[in-house]
C-alpha cells in the first residue's frame, strides 16, 4: 500500500473517531453531587477513563500502588440527558475536573460532551459556563472485576463508619475488622493505647449484618478515612463485605441505581 493511501486510510479512521464522539453527551442534573463523586475517584487515581455505553457511565482503576481499585457505575437512567451510541472512552484528569466543580452553585446542572478531542463541561444555572479540556490517552487496560468470596456483608451509616476510623486513628494506624456473634467490631491497637467500637442490629448501629462464619482482616487506615471522608457525602448508607485476611470492599449506592465502589487489599499482622 502507498504511503499516499495509508495516509487517506488513517484520516478516515480519525473522522470516524471524531464523528462517533460528536454523539456523546450526557447532562446530570445535580452538578454538586457529581462533585461528591468525583471526589471520592480522586483519593485512589488521578488520571481515568470513564467508559460511556448506551446503558451507562462507568469506570473501574487501580491506585498507583496496586493496592485499591475504585469502580463507577451510573446507568443511563439517573441522567437527564443521555445520548452516547456506541463505547466511547473518555480519558480525563481528575484534578481538572475537580478544579470546574469547586465552581458549582447549588443549583446548577452539568453537562458533559465529547467535540473535536475535547471534553466540554457545561455548568448550568442562573449563569452558562462552558470549560474545555483536551482529552487524554492513557495507556493499559481495564483491570477486570475481581472474583471474591466474602463470608461478611454489612449496611451501615457512612457517618458512623467514618466516626469509628476516625476514632481509631487516635492510637493506631491500622484497623482490625472482626464479625462474630451478631457483632462487628473495629479494633485499633498503638503505642498510644486502644480503640473498640462494636456495632449490632440490636442497638441500631448496623442496618444488616449476614456473617457466614467468624472472620476478621487488617485494613490502613490512610487509605480508609481517605476515601470515607469524600465519599461519605455520595450515600447516608455504607455496605461492607470482607472474609479472613481478604479485601475490604466499601460500597455507595447512589440514588437511582448507581454505585461508587472501593476494593482494598489488607494488611498483615
Do not use: C
Request: proline fraction near 4%; hydrophobic fraction near 40%; charged fraction near 30%.
Amino acid at each position: 500500500m502507498s504511503t499516499e493511501n495509508i495516509e487517506k486510510v488513517e484520516e478516515k479512521v480519525i473522522e470516524q473517531k471524531t464523528e462517533s464522539m460528536k454523539n456523546v453527551k450526557f447532562v446530570f442534573p445535580d452538578a454538586r453531587e457529581w462533585k461528591y463523586i468525583i471526589e471520592g475517584i480522586a483519593t485512589i487515581v488521578e488520571e481515568v477513563n470513564f467508559v460511556a455505553s448506551p446503558d451507562g457511565l462507568r469506570l473501574r482503576a487501580l491506585d498507583p500502588g496496586r493496592v485499591a481499585m475504585v469502580e463507577l457505575y451510573i446507568p443511563a437512567n439517573l441522567f437527564k440527558e443521555y445520548n452516547v451510541e456506541q463505547d466511547t472512552k473518555i480519558g480525563v484528569r481528575l484534578e481538572d475536573l475537580n478544579d470546574v466543580l469547586k465552581r458549582a452553585k447549588k443549583e446548577d446542572e452539568i453537562s458533559f460532551e465529547v467535540s473535536g478531542g475535547r471534553l466540554v463541561i457545561t455548568l448550568a444555572g442562573r449563569a452558562e459556563r462552558r470549560f474545555r479540556f483536551p482529552l487524554i490517552d492513557i495507556s493499559g487496560q481495564e483491570p477486570p472485576e475481581p472474583k471474591l468470596n466474602f463470608t461478611v456483608a454489612a449496611k451501615m451509616l457512612s457517618g458512623m463508619f467514618r466516626d469509628a476510623l476516625q476514632d481509631a486513628e487516635l492510637v493506631s494506624e491500622t484497623v482490625k475488622m472482626r464479625a462474630e456473634n451478631g457483632n462487628l467490631w473495629f479494633i485499633a491497637r498503638g503505642d498510644k493505647g486502644e480503640v473498640e467500637t462494636k456495632f449490632s442490629i440490636t442497638t441500631g448501629s448496623l442496618v444488616e449484618l449476614d456473617v457466614k462464619e467468624t472472620a476478621e482482616a487488617i485494613y490502613g487506615l490512610d487509605f480508609l478515612d481517605k476515601v470515607v471522608s469524600k465519599a461519605y457525602k455520595v450515600s447516608d448508607i455504607l455496605g461492607l463485605r470482607f472474609a479472613t485476611n481478604m479485601p475490604l470492599e466499601l460500597t455507595f449506592d447512589i440514588a437511582g441505581g448507581g454505585t461508587l465502589k472501593y476494593l482494598l487489599a489488607p494488611r498483615m499482622e
